[in-house]
């Protein structure tokens, strides 16, 4: 499961592996979705937020409250310990997670079969485990608040197509979807209730190897490779950088390219590529070689059909666009209470930004002269990923006094 992380970049995403399917009586019964009443298909439309689907649902008729949708959650997931009230939830029980991270398990609720009404939908025996503490800050991530994941038991019964250019998901049964004229079909296994594709890497000594990988929508990188800096090293390129934190604590590794990832019959290049460090992954009950995100997936139109045991690729219009990462070398998210404010949370180190003597704590308040509270976060993401040597004119609140400084954007990998 690859969500997104407290206060990180686009790119660097959560990981984390729910270890709780195997002792909870949730695995007893069949969770699913199905179409309502005598329907054939429904349409139901999502934002995308710095690269995650957001639905909105509504639990035990209360809402609506916002999801992200995520084919590597096992078990759906209710991150916003509040709505334990705001829900009218009477059974639940309390069990421990563990995660991926440096750092002890926590606890969280299971709660009892709920409710779940999405549009088109209802929901079979759908229950949840919720975080008694928020780990993730999702909702400043997002600019919005975002209340919890839904992941397999949204899929498993049904075929999903994702229109990234019309943000809508057209969901039918197996049978009756239309697939793509001149798409791919990629089969995959479902184990652990995740979806698991094979895709050829050619890593940056030149070696080409298949890969088995998550097909992860809720992880906003392209691609991460669990096992390569043993295998291959790191390309020639890198920077240090933190992947995210897990619900246990921060993952660390590396950003760098491969030269090129083979996924079905489609080709891509340079593929910006997080390489976790360490020996985390390890202990993982599926053996695997890393996931393949949304960064990847959104320059596609895309089936994911779960009874079939395949994904449906079809070239998109964003298909042959350059892949980039952020050149300021920092980390912010938003806050206040109409998350309005852009706060630094990490500048890395050797950055542009490091070198203008910019902090974690600090405030962006303006760039190019707009008021950052007129600027959505996918564009200020934008700015800052647009163009290497390109300067920027920033207005910052520090040390408790506004300064105007000019950021040269560096395209460090």
Not at 33 to 57: A, V
């Amino acid at each position: 499961m690859l969500i997104t992380p407290l206060y990180t970049k686009k790119h660097m995403r959560v990981f984390v592996m729910l270890m709780i399917l195997c002792c909870c009586h949730l695995t007893a019964n069949a969770q699913y979705f199905d179409l309502k009443g005598n329907s054939k298909r429904t349409t139901i439309p999502f934002r995308m937020i710095r690269d995650m689907i957001i639905i909105e649902l509504k639990i035990n008729n209360k809402g609506p409250f916002n999801f992200i949708l995520d084919t590597g959650v096992g078990l759906m997931l209710i991150t916003d310990p509040k709505l334990v009230d705001s829900i009218n939830l009477v059974n639940k029980r309390t069990l421990k997670i563990a995660g991926i991270g440096e750092g002890d398990a926590f606890e969280a609720y299971v709660t009892s079969t709920l409710d779940v009404q999405i549009r088109g939908l209802v929901s079979y025996d759908v229950a949840s485990a919720i975080l008694k503490t928020d780990h993730f800050g999702l909702s400043n991530y997002a600019g919005i608040p975002i209340h919890g994941l839904l992941g397999y038991e949204f899929f498993n019964n049904l075929a999903v197509k994702i229109n990234f250019s019309d943000s809508t998901l057209s969901v039918s049964k197996a049978k009756d979807m239309r697939v793509f004229s001149k798409g791919n079909r990629i089969p995959f296994t479902i184990e652990e209730r995740k979806p698991y594709v094979e895709a050829k890497v050619t890593y940056a000594d030149g070696v080409k190897a298949t890969n088995k990988l998550v097909l992860d929508l809720g992880a906003g990188h392209a691609l991460s490779l669990e096992n390569a800096i043993e295998k291959h090293g790191l390309p020639e390129k890198f920077v240090a950088a933190n992947l995210g934190v897990g619900l246990t604590g921060p993952v660390n590794g590396y950003l760098g390219r491969v030269k090129e990832i083979a996924i079905g019959r489609f080709k891509l290049k340079d593929v910006i590529t997080s390489f976790p460090a360490g020996e985390q992954y390890k202990s993982l009950a599926v053996k695997r070689d890393g996931n393949l995100g949304i960064g990847i997936l959104k320059r596609f139109n895309v089936i994911i059909d779960y009874p079939d045991s395949a994904v449906y690729l079809k070239q998109g219009v964003n298909f042959k666009a350059p892949f980039e990462h952020d050149m300021s070398g920092m980390e912010y998210y938003s806050a206040g209470a109409d998350f309005d404010r852009i706060i630094i949370s990490r500048v890395e180190p050797g950055s542009p930004a490091d070198a203008l003597g910019l902090e974690k704590d600090d405030e962006i308040l303006a760039i190019n002269f707009k008021p950052v509270k007129k600027m959505t976060l996918e564009q200020i993401d934008s700015l800052f990923k647009s163009q290497t040597d390109r300067s920027l004119l920033l207005e910052i609140y520090h040390d408790n006094r506004r300064d105007d400084v000019i950021l040269t954007l560096k395209r460090r990998i």
